[in-house]
């Protein structure tokens, strides 16, 4: 599992780890029940503290990304455990944004099919 992390972003590398991650199950080189590397592995490969990598697991697990079992680690979870709520609320912000920024719907939806093809 190969993440980009921008040191210099001026996005938390916690949000940044969290983003790369669902992305990767987004575009199915991720699939459920595939296990992620120790937090520990994972920091030492990224050269970042462990507490970073533990937050974003964190906010995978609250988010219903990733399961963590004790035994076994972090894995990605069946879609059945994502939380639909928060997606509709964040998909809602996002085109209404989209609005406020001009984009008419029809360049809204072609930007949407764009990423989905």
């Given at each position: ?39 520990r592995s994972l ?16 906010i995978l697990k ?5 399961e963590i079992h ?48």
């Amino acid at each position: 599992m190969i993440l980009k992390i921008d040191m210099a972003s001026e996005i938390p590398i916690y949000q940044q780890v969290r983003d790369e991650i669902v992305s990767l199950i987004g575009m199915g080189e991720l699939n459920p029940g595939d296990e992620l590397p120790a937090v520990r592995s994972l920091a030492a490969d990224l050269g970042i503290n462990p507490m970073t990598i533990q937050k974003s697991y964190n906010i995978l697990k609250n988010e219903g990304f990733i399961e963590i079992h004790r035994r076994v680690g972090a894995m990605v979870s069946s879609l059945d455990n994502l939380k639909q709520e928060e997606f509709e609320k964040n998909l809602e912000k996002l085109l209404l944004e989209g609005k406020a920024r001009g984009y008419n719907m029809e360049e809204l939806v072609r930007r949407v099919l764009w990423y989905l093809i």
